[in-house]
């Protein structure tokens, strides 16, 4: 179902997303430096891979 969302609130809208996704990516970069740091191969190439996929 559709919204009809006034301009403001479309910017809001995407303004949220971009945050959310920001905060995301920086989770990401220091889940990745927490990885690497205790030598944990594994994990640190699969949260590479995600922080990859959402920066691509």
């Known amino acids: 179902m559709a919204q009809n969302l006034t301009p403001l609130e479309e910017a809001d809208r995407e303004l949220a997303c971009a945050q959310d996704?920001?905060?995301?990516q920086g989770y990401l970069?220091?889940?990745?430096e927490h990885y690497t740091a205790a030598g944990d191969t594994d994990n640190e190439a699969c949260v590479k891979e995600l922080l990859a996929n959402l920066e691509g």
């Open 21 to 24: 996704e920001a905060g995301a």
């Open 29 to 32: 970069v220091r889940s990745a």
